[in-house]
T-cell receptor
Framework: DAGITQSPRHKVTETGTPVTLRCHQT?????MYWYRQDPGHGLRLIHY???????DKGEVSDGYSVSRSKTEDFLLTLESATSSQTSVYFC????????????FGPGTRLTVL | GIQVEQSPPDLILQEGANSTLRCNFS?????LQWFHQNPWGQLINLFY???GTKQNGRLSATTVATERYSLLYISSSQTTDSGVYFC????????FGKGTKLSVKP
């Protein structure tokens, strides 16, 4: 298994609070991704990173920001959480780019009350 | 962007049965991947298959890029095959289908 961890694995928070999810990899892969998974939608890309301090938006980026200050860490921040952001969040990594094989972390279940 | 459609949405099998899952995509893709999400939520890459046929144990996949479809074959199914199978296309970023939920009964 690729060395990808996510923290926390579960979180319950209240509407309007800030939330930060962390993805950590030990594979030294250049590309990192954040997805959300909702019933009936498969996985949808939120943001991705193609290097330290290099990020770009995905399909559902509104309400989310990301940062990558080190190769191994990719942070996803919800500045002011809303109930519509209740979801399971997956981090993924790849070596050559988005079309390359992606390896997924175990997921973080976030509930916004 | 591309659309990825999977069929059937749900499938129930008796252990030992064979099955075929289908994926149609609306436009040409740079690559095509199949993932399995187990009942605990873990996503595992099964095949990276932009074209041709690959086999891995009881699983095999075929992609016919010119006709914009891919098939995933599961032979002699086991209860551990249960979960959701996602077909994923890419012209850049990955586009996931909605998945086929497979339940294998003992």
């Amino acid at each position: 298994d690729a060395g990808i961890t996510q923290s926390p694995r579960h979180k319950v928070t209240e509407t309007g609070t800030p939330v930060t999810l962390r993805c950590h990899q030990t594979e030294n892969h250049r590309y990192m991704y954040w997805y959300r998974q909702d019933p009936g939608h498969g996985l949808r890309l939120i943001h991705y990173s193609y290097g330290v301090k290099d990020t770009d938006k995905g399909e559902v980026s509104d309400g989310y920001s990301v940062s990558r200050s080190k190769t191994e860490d990719f942070l996803l921040t919800l500045e002011s959480a809303t109930s519509s952001q209740t979801s399971v969040y997956f981090c993924a990594i790849s070596d050559q780019g988005p079309s390359d094989t992606q390896y997924f972390g175990p997921g973080t279940r976030l509930t916004v009350l | 962007g591309i659309q990825v459609e999977q069929s059937p949405p749900d499938l129930i099998l008796q252990e030992g049965a064979n099955s075929t899952l289908r994926c149609n995509f609306s436009d040409s893709v740079n690559n095509l991947q199949w993932f399995h999400q187990n009942p605990w939520g873990q996503l595992i890459n099964l095949f990276y298959i932009p074209s041709g046929t690959k086999q891995n144990g009881r699983l095999s996949a075929t992609t016919v890029a010119t006709e914009r479809y891919s098939l995933l074959y599961i032979s002699s199914s086991q209860t551990t095959d249960s979960g959701v199978y996602f077909c994923v296309g890419s012209q850049g970023n990955l586009i996931f289908g909605k998945g086929t939920k497979l339940s294998v009964k003992p």
